[in-house]
C-alpha cells in the first residue's frame, strides 16, 4: 500500500534526459503511460533525504498557476524519485538568454508578473523560496513562467551550497541578513527577487558581472545595488530597488509587488 504522496515506480516510463541538477538527472517521463511528467533522480548523499520526505507532504499541497507542482515521491527505493510538472521550454535563465532581442519589455514584465504570483502565493502559505533566482523558474509550452525548488536548498548535503562562505552559496541573490546571518523569510525572498526582476530586464546577465562574492558582500554592506537596465523604465527599476532596501521591514511584499506589476501591464498593455 502507498500513502497518497508515493508514486508507484512501475507506473513511469523513463524517456529523454532534460538537464542535470544539484540532486542528480532529471529526466522527462510519463505516468501511467500518458501523462508527462519531469523525473528527479536524487544522487545517493546529495539529499538530506528522511526531512525532505517529510516536507514533500507540505509542498505537495502547495498549488498554483506559477509553482511547478510536485506530483509525488518514488521513497520506497533508492535513488529515490521526486516527479513533477513538466515544463517543455526549461529554465528561465536560457529561455531569456536564448531569445535576446526577441522579446519585448510587456513580456519580460510579463515573466516577472508570473513569478511574483507564485511567490505571492509562497508568501501567503508562509512558505520561504530561499533560492529565488532565474535558473530556478521554468517554463512551459503556452509560455507560463513558474517558480521551481521552493525550499530545495534545506536538503542539500554539500556544504559548499549552503554555508554563506561557500563557493556555491547564492550571494549575489541574497539580502545582507541572509549573507551575514542565514536569516531566511518572506522578505529575504524579495530581495532575490528584484534581482530576478533585473536578470529579467538584462535578458539574462550575471548579477554583478565582474564581481567575485567576497566583493558583493562588500559593495552591498556599503550601500551598492544592481543598476537599472537599458530595457527597464525608471519606473520599473524603482519596483527592483523597492526589493533591495537594506532593513528587510522595509521591502515591499510580494502581494504589493504583483499589484503594482499588474498595474504597470494594464498602463501599458
Ligand atoms: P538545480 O537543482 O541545479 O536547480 P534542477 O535539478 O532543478 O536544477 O534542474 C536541472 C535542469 O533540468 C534544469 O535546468 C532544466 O533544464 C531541467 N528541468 C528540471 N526540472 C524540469 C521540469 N520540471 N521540466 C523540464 N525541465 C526540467
Known amino acids: 500500500s502507498y500513502d497518497k504522496w508515493e508514486i508507484n515506480p512501475s507506473e513511469l516510463t523513463f524517456m529523454k534526459e532534460l538537464g542535470c541538477g544539484q540532486f542528480g538527472v532529471v529526466r522527462l517521463g510519463k505516468w501511467r503511460a500518458q501523462h508527462k511528467v519531469a523525473i528527479k533522480t536524487v544522487r545517493e548523499g546529495a539529499m ?10 507540505i509542498m505537495m499541497n502547495l498549488s498554483h498557476r506559477n509553482l511547478v507542482q ?10 529515490i524519485y521526486l516527479v513533477t510538472e513538466f515544463m517543455e521550454l526549461g529554465c528561465l535563465l536560457n529561455y531569456l538568454r536564448q531569445r535576446r532581442g526577441a522579446l519585448g519589455a510587456l513580456e519580460l514584465l510579463g ?3 508570473d513569478v ?78 528584484g534581482v530576478l526582476m533585473w536578470e529579467v530586464f538584462t535578458e539574462g546577465k550575471m548579477p554583478y558581472e565582474h564581481n567575485q562574492n567576497h566583493e558583493v558582500v562588500m ?51
Request: aromatic share 12%.
Open 48 to 57: 538530506s533525504e528522511d526531512d525532505f520526505i517529510e516536507e514533500a507532504k
Open 70 to 79: 510536485l506530483y509525488g515521491v518514488c521513497t520506497q527505493q533508492r535513488p
Open 111 to 113: 515573466i516577472c508578473h
Open 116 to 193: 511574483s504570483l507564485g511567490m505571492q502565493h509562497l508568501e501567503q502559505n508562509g512558505f520561504i523560496h530561499r533560492d529565488l533566482a532565474a535558473r530556478n523558474c521554468l517554463v512551459n509550452s503556452s509560455l507560463v513562467v513558474k517558480v521551481s525548488d521552493f525550499g530545495m536548498t534545506r536538503y542539500v548535503l554539500d556544504d559548499q551550497y549552503w554555508s554563506s562562505s561557500g563557493a556555491k552559496f547564492p550571494v549575489k541573490w541574497s539580502p545582507p541578513e541572509v549573507f551575514n546571518f542565514c536569516k531566511y523569510s518572506s522578505k529575504s525572498d524579495v530581495w532575490s527577487f
Open 219 to 269: 559593495m552591498v554592506t556599503q550601500g551598492h545595488r544592481l543598476y537599472r537596465p537599458k530595457r527597464a523604465s525608471a519606473h520599473i527599476y524603482s519596483i527592483m530597488q523597492m526589493c533591495w532596501m537594506e532593513r528587510a521591514d522595509e521591502r515591499a511584499s510580494f502581494t504589493e509587488i504583483s499589484h503594482l506589476i499588474s498595474d504597470e501591464l494594464e498602463d501599458d498593455g
